[in-house]
């Protein structure tokens, strides 16, 4: 059985970092590419980034880049969000989830449950 | 706002057929293939239909998927209360060299 399961959000002061993490099982690790999405409250998904199977490839939204890095242990089956200078706009639940290949960038057919990040002062 | 433009909601009645749009531009839906997401209430979302018209195992005939130079639409047929949720089509933009999400339909069986 597949499982997603995403931990590390937290409340945090607007200009703080943060580390989200997602454990993995259930399926061949390096053969999935990984992405990040969110959800604001009461709001629709935003996607976030995406790693490829083998971590060699990455990419972000505009909204994010230059202070979410994506990255991914093979070893240790766990894909991680490094969050630094956090804004109020990115308070969201922050959803992991499993494209079908190593290079599927949006076809996501698994989704982690989700962890909440709150950037309030 | 959203590049990907769906209607905010939409709504019918037990066994009618509904129709959801996602409009885009050439950079994504007309170049790339488009999915759609369903998401209940609570819950995280779910694949409905990839490459703008397979169905994932498991999800029931009644949705289907079209895609018409650049735009795209979820047709659900056959309309039962379990199908009240958010969905959401998605597409690669190659301009911006990134996933884009619709803003979301919420479906509401009256």
């Known amino acids: 059985e597949v499982q997603l399961l995403e931990s590390g959000g937290d409340l945090v002061q607007p200009g703080g970092s943060l580390r989200l993490s997602c454990a993995a099982s259930?399926?061949?690790?390096?053969?999935?590419?990984l992405s990040w999405v969110r959800q604001s409250p009461g709001k629709g998904l935003e996607w976030v980034s995406t790693?490829?199977?083998?971590?060699?490839?990455?990419f972000y939204a505009d909204s994010v880049k230059g202070r979410l890095t994506i990255s991914r242990d093979n070893s240790k089956n766990t894909l991680y969000l490094q969050m630094n200078s956090l804004r109020a706009e990115d308070t969201a639940v922050y959803y992991c989830?499993?494209?079908?290949?190593?290079?599927?960038?949006?076809?996501?057919?698994?989704w982690g449950q989700g962890t909440l990040v709150t950037v309030s002062s | 706002q959203s590049v990907l433009t769906q209607p905010p909601s939409a709504s019918g009645t037990p066994g009618q057929r509904v129709t959801i749009s996602c409009s885009g531009s050439?950079?994504?839906?007309?170049?790339?293939?488009v999915n759609w997401y369903q998401q209940l209430p609570g819950t995280a979302p779910k694949l409905l239909i990839h490459?703008?018209?397979e169905r994932p195992s498991g999800v029931p005939d009644r949705f289907s998927g079209s895609k018409s130079g650049t735009s795209a639409s979820l047709a659900i047929s056959g309309l039962q209360s379990d199908d009240e949720a958010d969905y959401y089509c998605?597409?690669?933009?190659?301009?911006?060299?990134?996933?884009?999400f619709g803003g979301g339909t919420k479906l509401t069986v009256l």
């Open positions: 989830a499993k494209g079908v290949h190593s290079s599927s960038w949006y076809t996501y057919d698994y």
């Open positions: 259930g399926f061949t690790f390096s053969a999935s590419a």
């Open positions: 790693i490829s199977g083998s971590g060699t490839r990455t």
């Open positions: 490459s703008d018209n």
């Open positions: 998605a597409s690669w933009d190659d301009s911006l060299k990134g996933v884009l």
């Open positions: 050439r950079s994504n839906i007309g170049g790339n293939t």
